[in-house]
């Protein structure tokens, strides 16, 4: 039966990336159609980085993804010790309340954040659509992520290591930078990937919140498609795909290390 596990794993894989695999091919394709390959170019690539509009979406989202990623790690690292220190019926209450922004869909949050924004324009504060309310929108929904994310490790944190640091003459603030923070730190590095790979990627959220001069790259390819499909996206897609497959490949093998130091370390022990 290996041979039917081996060619099942081939049909689910051919299945997922053979689409990607075709994308990446017909971006270096000369002809503009998308059943027909012409020759080899590089021209797409070449025009990509001399559109203006893509290059200065893509700068709005980065910043956008990293300034919301940031203050959304430290507002949910906050929340989240807070959280922990409450009694058992408010946290589940809490958790609860948390978990429904991650389960309600988009759309819904997406007409809410525009309806808020334009209620408090209308009660007389200066907000415009644009970066700020971009910034705010990203900020709200990448907080749950990173809320569920630290909640674990604090549950695994032992409690009397803080009292500890205390004990040994540390105040409650250097207590909770050298003790509480480092063993944490896990999960608040995992709830800023998680906040970085969710703002990058919003699409419906960020098309109700932003402004005609702070359009990130999703709504900016989503305003070309509309017209027709251009072999520049085909090229701005596979550099994504190529960066994601880099970044990937390069924390697992971090990790392979990691791992082989750790048990040769054991084994010396031993």
């Not at 007409?111 to 324009?121: A, G, T, Y």
Request: hydrophobic fraction near 55%.
């Amino acid at each position: 039966m290996k041979w039917l596990r081996k060619t099942y794993v081939a049909i689910v894989m051919a299945f997922l990336y053979a689409p990607i695999l075709v994308l990446i091919v017909f971006s270096f394709n000369k002809s503009k159609s998308r059943g027909a390959w012409t020759g080899f170019t590089l021209s797409w690539y070449q025009r990509l980085f001399t559109n203006e509009a893509i290059i200065q979406s893509l700068i709005n989202t980065l910043v956008v993804a990293l300034i919301s990623s940031v203050l959304a790690t430290v507002i949910g690292t906050l929340a989240a010790i807070g959280i922990r220190n409450m009694g058992r019926l408010s946290r589940s209450v809490v958790m609860n309340v948390t978990y429904m922004p991650v389960i309600n869909p988009e759309i819904v949050t997406g007409v809410s954040l525009m309806l808020l924004f334009v209620f408090v324009k209308n009660a007389g504060v200066q907000l415009e659509f644009g970066f700020v309310t971009l910034v705010l929108a990203h900020i709200t929904f990448n907080i749950p992520y990173v809320i569920l994310n630290v909640m674990p490790k604090l549950r695994q944190m032992d409690v009397s290591v803080y009292e500890a640091a205390q004990d040994l003459g540390c105040s409650p603030m250097q207590a909770f930078f050298k003790v509480v923070i480092p063993e944490i730190m896990p999960g608040m590095l995992a709830g800023f990937l998680m906040a970085v790979t969710y703002s990058l990627d919003d699409f419906i959220i960020s098309y109700f919140v932003t402004g005609p001069t702070s359009q990130t790259l999703p709504i900016t390819i989503f305003s070309m498609t509309r017209r027709k499909v251009s072999p520049e996206i085909n090229a701005l897609s596979t550099i994504i795909f190529v960066v994601v497959l880099i970044v990937l490949l390069a924390v697992n093998l971090n990790d392979a290390r990691r791992e082989r130091e750790n048990r040769v370390k054991a084994r010396a022990r031993v």
